[in-house]
């Protein structure tokens, strides 16, 4: 069992910036991708950035050149996105994932990203 604890969200002005941590604690050794999806009222959930095991990584068009995904931790698997840039269509709440080796799938509670002025 792998617990995910988010952290990071807020409200921010439009061009603000922001950056979201996922650490995961329990069984966290067969992971084999992380990544960050959000929800939007109303809307599906949908991927942000991921990275995978073997550092592999790559982020949603919508959101390329101002989001970034990366990892650390002595086991790199605590997984940050730092948003840039911000614009109020980015306004969701971001869901921290972690994929294991035999396929099972992990969610944080979500943290709420506002952008608004």
């Known amino acids: 069992q792998v617990q995910l604890m988010e952290s990071g969200g807020g409200r921010v002005q439009p061009g603000g910036s922001l950056r979201l941590s996922c650490v995961p604690s329990g069984n966290s050794l067969y992971i084999n991708a992380m990544g960050w999806y959000r929800q939007a009222p109303g809307q599906e959930r949908e991927l942000v950035a991921r990275?995978?095991?073997?550092?592999?990584?790559?982020v949603e068009d919508s959101v390329k050149g101002r989001f970034f995904i990366s990892r650390d931790g002595t086991d790199k698997t605590t997984i940050y996105l730092q948003m840039n840039n911000l614009k109020p269509e980015d306004t969701a709440v971001y869901y921290c994932?972690?994929?294991?080796?035999?396929?099972?799938?992990?969610w944080g509670q979500g943290t709420q990203v506002t952008v608004s002025s």
């Open positions: 994932n972690m994929v294991m080796s035999d396929s099972s799938v992990f």
């Open positions: 990275i995978i095991r073997g550092g592999f990584s790559d």
